[in-house]
């Protein structure tokens, strides 16, 4: 398990995992908007790696996201 804590005022932040990782977001928010925009998360017991997002975010936006193989390859 890995633990990112995000403290953030009138920040725009996001967090961007490779496929296969399970994110539990369990961040605080107040006048923000926290978007979990991952799909289709492995199963729990899996054994598949897990990021915690914790902490908390005032007038802010937080968006957490699964890497594309498909945007990477745009990029070569």
Known sequence: VT???ILG?????KIV???GV???VQAGSFMSEI???TDDPPPVGS???VVRVTGFVLMAELKISVRRRELLSDTE
């Open 35 to 37: 978007a979990d925009l």
């Open 47 to 49: 054994g598949a790696p």
């Open 17 to 19: 995992v490779p496929p």
């Open 22 to 24: 399970r994110v539990v």
């Open 3 to 5: 633990e990112l804590v």
């Open 9 to 13: 005022t009138m920040t725009s932040d």
